[in-house]
């Protein structure tokens, strides 16, 4: 099992974070790249407990689908989403939002496994884990830029 940690400072309110990181229309602007699309259940605004999305984005070449659901909800300081249907063995993304002072501390926790062995194993240490901390941070940045932009103007 895999396991990426990253750790994302934003100058906004908590409760401003933990909305934009469940904001699916904010998630495709942030995944542009990859062409990323919600194309099934929840596909717009903000995603919520025991709701379940379908992604369809393209990466290494290949249109991939992703399904997951949000297992765990905690307003604002956490929710869990967990692959339903998709091409890991598991997956399961933590999102832990901490307030300090003003500003919000976003934390990722991704756990994951891949499927196929050492061909998998292999795979993830050469290719996947390095792409799915790029696409993370490309998230969180997109995040960040869009909460400290409104926050600004409300301040």
Same mark, same amino acid.
Request: proline fraction near 0%; hydrophobic fraction near 35%.
């Given at each position: 099992m895999t396991t990426i940690r990253l750790h994302t400072i934003i100058d906004a309110p908590i409760?401003?974070?933990?909305d934009a990181a +469940? $904001? *699916?229309?904010?998630h495709m602007k942030s995944a542009h790249k990859s062409? !990323?699309? @919600?194309i @099934?259940?929840?596909t717009s605004g903000l995603i919520d407990l025991y709701e379940t999305i379908t992604w369809k984005g393209k990466h290494f070449g290949l249109y991939l689908k992703h399904q997951s659901k949000i297992t765990s909800l905690r307003y604002p300081t956490y929710f869990i989403d !967990?692959? *339903?249907?998709?091409h890991f063995k598991s997956f399961k993304h933590q999102h832990i939002f901490k307030e300090n002072t003003s500003k919000t501390e976003m934390i990722d926790i991704?756990?994951?496994q891949t499927p196929y062995g050492f061909i998998g194993k292999i795979f993830d240490l050469l290719i996947l884990e390095k792409h799915l901390i790029k696409f993370l941070k490309? +998230? $969180?940045e997109h995040i960040k830029r869009e909460? !400290?932009?409104v926050s600004i103007h409300k301040k």
């Open positions: 409760t401003m974070v933990f +469940r $904001n *699916i229309d904010l062409k !990323e699309k @919600a @099934a259940g929840k !967990e692959m *339903i249907k998709g991704l756990k994951y490309m +998230r $969180n909460t !400290e932009k």
